[in-house]
């Protein structure tokens, strides 16, 4: 919390497909790759995300993880990979921005909201989205050895129940202490963390939201 003061309501945002309109996670790696020339660990992931990877996967044969993305900026130093973070995020901004949501997000700061953005997205971006607004980050981090990326995830990957965790541990294990709750997400995979706040809200996708309908959550645009 900014000062350590004590808000009157918090306000959660996931930032994939809510905040902006594209995952990120992966994408940020295939982003830097491109930055830096990387020319046969471009080749790599494409392969990972080629069209037969997606028939195993679908297949439950082979389906790589967000970490076997992650390995491919193993060795990578921490400085060149802040740098393209800020160059990532700015385009981020500029070309997949949700404006109804960052309008809401607005909002929320006018009204002297605590603002959290939990998601599991990589530090090395988020960290420069809207700092001005923005009272904690909560994401997914990589780890680093000696200023050189570790090609892994320290610590829990923001996702799920991780996200519950990880709140408790950042900002507070009691959500009672706030007046009102808002979590702002577009997937059901955030359904533990929509559960327990006073005000979910989930953002209308391409993809289905019976989910989010049948347990009457409200519903909100993405752009």
């Keep these: 919390m900014k000062g350590g003061v004590l808000k009157r309501n918090l306000a959660i ?30 080749i790599v992931f494409k392969s990972l995300k080629s069209k037969f990877i997606s028939i ?5 044969i082979y389906k790589p993880s967000k970490s076997t993305y992650l390995m491919l900026l193993k060795g990578e130093k921490r400085e060149d990979l802040n740098a393209v973070g800020r160059i990532y995020a700015e385009e981020l901004i500029r070309e997949y ?12 700061s006018d009204n002297g909201d605590e603002i959290v953005i939990l998601s599991g997205g ?5 960290k420069y989205c809207w700092p ?8 997914t981090k990589i780890s680093f050895s000696d200023d050189l990326c ?12 991780n996200k519950i965790t990880l709140l408790n541990k950042v900002i507070c294990n009691d959500l009672s202490i706030y007046k009102e709750t808002y979590f702002y997400t577009d997937h059901v995979s955030d359904l533990p963390l929509l559960s327990i706040v006073s005000n979910p809200v989930v953002v209308n996708t391409n993809r289905s939201n019976l989910w989010a309908k049948e347990r009457g959550f409200k519903i909100v645009e993405q752009k």
């Design 150 to 161: 570790d090609g892994s995830i320290q610590g829990l990957d923001c996702l799920g129940y």
């Design 132 to 139: 001005n607004l923005i009272d904690n980050i909560i994401c």
């Design 122 to 126: 990589y530090d090395l971006y988020l």
């Design 97 to 108: 921005l949700c404006q109804n949501l960052f309008n809401v997000l607005k909002s929320h």
């Design 13 to 42: 945002f996931d930032f994939c497909e809510t905040l902006v309109s594209k995952q990120t996670a992966d994408d940020f790696v295939y982003f830097y790759l491109s930055s830096n020339n990387k020319v046969f660990k471009k």
């Design 56 to 60: 195993l996967s679908r297949l439950n």
